[in-house]
């Protein structure tokens, strides 16, 4: 039906910068909130940020002024410009998308594998 792929993940040193993307496909009417969240061995996976299908974004409060989420809906895309990266940032990252199909009350809720994400010190 759906899928999600996140890219974009890898490497960094701490106070650099690092872009994820999540693209989507299959067959579905809209898409409308997209968010990325993250998530360690042993811990609960948590916000990191949420847009709306018209564009209105939420952040976890921590983050704000560090990760900007966007997304180009031609391309059913999100992405995830991460800046002054620490190593408290290491985490697998994973996107998950809100989606509309043909009909009423006809939605569901789809995530990506993950992508890895490593900020050395």
């Known amino acids: 039906q759906v899928q999600l792929v996140e890219s974009g993940g890898g490497l960094v040193q701490a106070g650099g910068s690092l872009r994820l993307s999540c693209a989507a496909s299959?067959?579905?009417?809209?898409?409308?909130?997209m968010g990325w969240y993250r998530q360690a061995p042993g811990n609960k996976r948590e916000l990191v940020a949420t847009?709306?299908?018209?564009?209105?974004?939420n952040y976890a409060d921590s983050l704000k002024g560090r990760f900007t989420i966007s997304r180009d809906n031609a391309k059913n895309t999100v992405y995830l410009q991460m800046n002054s990266l620490k190593p408290e940032d290491t985490d697998v990252y994973y996107c998950?998308?809100?989606?509309?199909?043909?009909?009423?009350?006809?939605?569901?809720?789809?995530w990506g594998q993950g992508t890895q994400v490593t900020v050395s010190s």
């Open positions: 998950n998308a809100d989606v509309s199909f043909w009909g009423p009350r006809a939605t569901a809720t789809y």
């Open positions: 299959g067959s579905f009417s809209r898409i409308n909130a």
């Open positions: 847009i709306g299908g018209v564009g209105s974004t």
